[in-house]
């Protein structure tokens, strides 16, 4: 104790921060972190091993450059003074020490707190000590803060939202930037889907995503060694399908760790983890040992050509194009206006599948047009290249996909623009609008089944037509939606970062009614009918 003091005097807090939240973690976050793999049982050497390993495996030099500590590193009670204490035993040299060491070696310092009066683990939180600790965490030397929310003074949406708004308010008047992860909206998830509205979860995404840097939405991660890893990766993955909406440039959804070491993980389904995270530029926080990785887990995590995916500029999240009972098909845009296509073989046998010009956003027609025919197509596994005839090959086929596997592919910017294409789905029920097969111009919500009449195109003046009917928009008709093909000059929609589909003509919103009737009713504040998910690339009013 006695040292932390002479320290803290010594170390002051020089500088100001003058960068702005929005632009203070432009990229995801890529490094380690303890809870998943080591959870309460943490010591000073997990930190240094786990750096000294990240820096001898190249990992660090590929950009895994964020030590993050969790839950468990202080004593159980306050100092006098009200200040946290970290546990001499744990942490021998202390903090200052820890990360100038972690410093020194090139790695960026994170901590861990609850923003309630105890940690999930029993610790004591942060509650009415705010400031004292946001001071201490600075002066430590730590740039990275992950906000848990157990033990909150009440369970309701606007204390959560109360208590992280102060947080808000006090980094952004730190002299030095903080970057604030904000597990709040994972507490409101699964209490969602427990009864089955999910309107709180998503009101906490979206003040999350005003509030700080990163977000964990949804469920831990499954601990080292029980539990089944796929099942848990899954899980989490499907809730991160549901929120795309609320990723823009210097905001993040965090889906939790990446896993490589958990006994029921197969190589083939860890480097699916890692490439969906990577489709979808989520935060790459591996909890694992990281001095006992295997040559071929280094291999693939440190893959270049899916790490600046991840690291792409845009950070856009891919979103579905397709999916059915074996397959999801992602994609997303580059920068540089390059395509990224991830299909996941969700199955339990291995199987091809082609994903269409169309269904990939682009227009064999517009290539022709410009006399271009040939499309670049690089396997992001292998980093070979294939010229393509978007003339005569029917799109990009991903062959022999191993059960649980993803392949990912990303064609050179083509002469053809880009239309955002894909499902639109009501992200509680997660049923796809569907265009019918048939006489009727109906649209309904169905089960997901990877048909045409369920891949829409959103045309960037807000016209919207599935692959079935080219020439036929959805309209809203006194409040029944169907397609039309006046539709197509005359009914635009735009989407909110509430997740509603609106009818610039009407002001309503599309809905889901009982046994997926279609309509468009008057909008709410987050209803669960009335949440939709759209493809990527979609302008969000609000962002
Ligand atoms: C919660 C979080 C985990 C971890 C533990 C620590 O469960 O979601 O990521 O931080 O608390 O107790």
């Given at each position: ?243 795309a909406r609320y990723q823009i440039p210097g905001f993040f959804n965090d889906p939790d760790f990446l896993l490589v070491d958990h006994p029921s993980f197969s190589l ?88 269409s010009w169309d269904r990939i956003g682009l227009s064999p027609d517009a290539l022709l047009a410009a006399e271009q025919v040939l499309v670049s197509v690089q396997d ?164």
């Open positions: 104790m006695v040292n932390q003091l002479v320290m803290a005097a010594a170390a002051g807090l020089a500088g100001s921060s003058a960068v702005a939240p929005e632009t203070l973690l432009p990229l995801p976050p890529m490094g380690f972190n303890n809870w998943a793999r080591f959870t309460t049982n943490i010591s000073e050497a997990i930190f240094v091993d786990a750096a000294k390993a990240m820096a001898e495996t190249g990992l660090l030099a590929a950009g895994y450059n964020r030590i993050n500590l969790d839950d468990a590193w202080s004593t159980m009670d306050r100092a006098a003074n009200g200040s946290m204490v970290w546990d001499d035993a744990k942490f021998p040299k202390g903090f200052y020490w820890l990360t100038e060491h972690l410093k020194s070696m090139g790695f960026l310092p994170g901590i861990y707190t609850d923003a309630g009066r105890r940690s999930c683990g029993g610790y004591p939180g942060a509650l009415d000590y705010e400031q004292i600790d946001l001071d201490d965490f600075t002066r430590w030397g730590f740039e990275y803060l992950k906000m848990d929310g157990c033990n909150m003074p009440g369970r309701g949406e606007a204390v959560y939202r109360s208590i992280y708004g102060r947080w808000n308010k006090m980094l952004r008047a730190a002299e030095k930037p903080m970057i604030f992860s904000n597990s709040a909206p994972a507490y409101f998830s699964g209490r969602g889907l427990a009864t089955n509205n999910l309107t709180n979860w998503y009101l906490a995404m979206g003040w999350a995503q005003k509030f700080g840097q990163l977000a964990r939405h949804s469920a831990d991660i499954v601990n080292y060694p029980s539990g089944n890893a796929w099942a848990s990766m899954q899980f989490n993955y499907n809730q991160h399908v549901r929120l083939e389904e860890k480097k699916s983890q890692f490439a969906l995270w990577c489709a979808f530029s989520a935060p790459l926080i591996l909890s694992t040992e990281m001095s006992a990785l295997k040559r071929e887990e280094i291999a693939y995590l440190t893959n270049k050509h899916l790490l600046a995916v991840n690291q792409d500029r845009l950070v856009q999240q891919a979103t579905l194009v397709s999916r059915d009972g074996a397959w999801d098909v992602l994609s997303k845009s580059l920068e540089n206006g390059d395509r990224v296509i991830a299909v996941l073989n969700k199955g339990s046998t291995s199987g091809s599948i082609t994903v992001l596994w292998t980093g070979e290249s294939v010229d393509l005839l978007a003339t005569e090959s029917r799109g990009v086929t991903a062959e022999n996909v191993p059960s649980h596997g993803t392949a990912v592919f990303r064609l050179k910017k083509s002469a053809s623009a880009v239309t955002p294409t894909g499902l639109i789905f009501n992200t509680r029920s997660m049923k796809c609008l569907t265009d019918q097969d048939g006489e009727s111009t109906q649209v309904r919500f169905a089960t997901c089944n990877g048909s045409d009449g369920q891949t829409w195109r959103v045309r960037s003046d807000g016209h919207i037509h599935s692959l079935l009917r080219r020439n036929e928009c959805l309209v809203d008709v006194e409040g029944e939606m169907s397609t039309d093909r006046a539709g197509c000059q005359s009914n635009a929609w735009r989407y909110e970062t509430s997740g509603n589909l609106i009818h610039g003509g009407s002001g309503r919103c599309l809905t889901e009614g009982a046994d997926g009737r279609a309509t468009a009713a008057a909008c709410g504040i987050e209803r669960n009918e009335q949440v939709v998910g759209l493809p990527i690339g979609v302008t969000v009013v609000g962002n």
